[in-house]
């Protein structure tokens, strides 16, 4: 005859509640660096993105230069979702670039084709000691395109065309970095901060 301690019979009801239960809800901290707008808490019940909460996103990131709001591409919010999730990185996202007008993407030197032009990338600042585990995780996952600055801290997300540059690590089978398009975007972009 089998016996079972009691917590194991107590799991199995434990998890088929969790399964039955369905997604988990997705939530977010944000905060933009040059503005200081925030949004804080949930953007999607785990089945939908919930609109109100993509609104307040998309204010949150806003052009820093003009005010300019455009809605956000939910995709590109639920990749750093995903990144942040599988890199264990939990706690407040410092934004330093979410929407931008085509006179800021100018200013700063962006990309002719850049997904911020669409409200469709993100440029964070990730803490030194996390920059290349979160910048590999977001390699590894194949979503969007992802460009990496170790040296000036922050990463770029979007929900783009798959596609990696910057400072890419050499390690983990990934393919050579290509050439930094966007070599002085970060330090175009601090230059227009005291504007």
Not at 65 to 74: K, L
Not at 95 to 109: E, K, P
Not at 124 to 143: C, D, I, K, Q, S
Request: hydrophobic share 45%.
């Amino acid at each position: 005859m089998l016996t079972f301690p009691p917590y194991a019979a107590q799991a199995a009801p434990r998890r088929q509640a969790a399964r039955q239960a369905g997604p988990a809800p997705r939530q977010l901290l944000l905060r933009h660096a040059a503005t200081g707008a925030r949004f804080s808490g949930t953007y999607h019940d785990g089945r939908a993105a919930d609109p109100a909460a993509l609104a307040e996103i998309s204010v949150v990131l806003a052009d820093s230069r003009t005010g300019a709001v455009h809605p956000f591409d939910p995709r590109a919010i639920d990749i750093l979702w995903e990144v942040a999730q599988r890199a264990r990185l939990r706690g407040e996202f410092t934004i330093l670039s979410g929407y931008r007008t085509a006179a800021t993407n100018a200013a700063v030197d962006g990309a002719g084709d850049s997904q911020h032009l669409r409200a469709g990338a993100l440029d964070l600042h990730v803490p030194a000691e996390r920059l290349v585990g979160f910048g590999e995780t977001a390699l590894a996952m194949a979503r969007g395109g992802v460009g990496i600055y170790a040296r000036r801290g922050f990463v770029h997300l979007d929900s783009g065309p798959v596609r990696r540059w910057g400072d890419v690590p050499s390690g983990g089978g990934h393919a050579p970095a290509a050439p930094d398009p966007l070599a002085r975007i970060a330090e175009a972009w601090a230059a227009t901060r005291g504007r």
